[in-house]
């Protein structure tokens, strides 16, 4: 990684002249996967295999691909979030389209991704929920957070299940996934 060069590239394509400032006009809006990794870094790193995309709110300038070290070299705890979470759902979907048999562990879900799931519009309120999508995520939530997982109930894994189901569907749509 040549930090000097993604420097460069960031402040480069900001109003603000000062890396401090420049890192605070960015947002990471999308991820890609290239499973031959032959992405190269605006820093120039190669090999990268999580390709982000990021924006700058205040011009709208783009830059691509950056990997997740050098978002992570922003200071910013919102935007490694954001990368974890991306980070996440690509493994989710890759899942999916493998067919695997996907159920609510940290191998495929944690609780900011069940939270962006949300935000994201995963949950759409519907007659199950009582027309509040919030009931969905803080059920998984929940269920999620429970150490004992044998203490679940046959009730409780039909709609974890059901919500599963939701969230494939969703996951598969996410324009934020390239």
């Given at each position: 990684?040549?930090?000097?060069?993604?420097?460069?590239?960031?402040?480069?394509?900001?109003?603000?002249?000062?890396?401090?400032?420049?890192?605070?006009?960015?947002?990471?809006?999308?991820?890609?996967?290239?499973?031959?990794?032959?992405?190269?870094?605006?820093?120039?790193?190669?090999?990268?295999?999580?390709?982000?995309?990021?924006?700058?709110?205040?011009?709208?300038?783009?830059?691509?691909?950056?990997?997740?070290?050098?978002?992570?070299?922003?200071?910013?705890?919102?935007?490694?979030?954001?990368?974890?979470?991306?980070k996440r759902f690509l493994h989710l979907r890759e899942a999916i389209t493998a067919r695997e048999w996907i159920?609510?562990?940290?191998?495929?879900?944690?609780r900011a991704l069940i939270r962006d799931l949300y935000d994201q519009g995963a949950f759409p309120p519907n007659?199950?929920?009582?027309?509040?999508?919030?009931?969905?995520?803080?059920?998984?939530?929940?269920?999620?957070?429970?150490?004992?997982?044998?203490?679940?109930?046959?009730?409780?894994?039909?709609?974890?299940?059901?919500?599963?189901?939701?969230?494939?569907?969703?996951?598969?749509?996410?324009?934020?996934?390239?």
């Amino acid at each position: 990684m040549n930090f000097a060069a993604l420097q460069d590239a960031v402040v480069g394509e900001s109003v603000a002249t000062r890396w401090a400032d420049a890192v605070m006009e960015w947002e990471v809006v999308g991820v890609e996967y290239d499973h031959a990794q032959g992405g190269v870094c605006v820093c120039g790193k190669t090999g990268l295999v999580d390709l982000f995309t990021i924006v700058n709110q205040r011009n709208g300038a783009l830059l691509f691909p950056i990997g997740s070290v050098c978002v992570n070299k922003f200071g910013r705890s919102d935007l490694d979030q954001e990368v974890d979470v991306l980070k996440r759902f690509l493994h989710l979907r890759e899942a999916i389209t493998a067919r695997e048999w996907i159920e609510l562990t940290s191998e495929y879900f944690s609780r900011a991704l069940i939270r962006d799931l949300y935000d994201q519009g995963a949950f759409p309120p519907n007659a199950w929920n009582g027309g509040d999508g919030w009931g969905d995520c803080d059920f998984l939530l929940k269920m999620f957070n429970k150490h004992d997982k044998e203490a679940i109930t046959a009730a409780q894994n039909r709609k974890i299940r059901a919500l599963l189901g939701t969230i494939k569907t969703f996951v598969l749509a996410d324009e934020r996934l390239m």
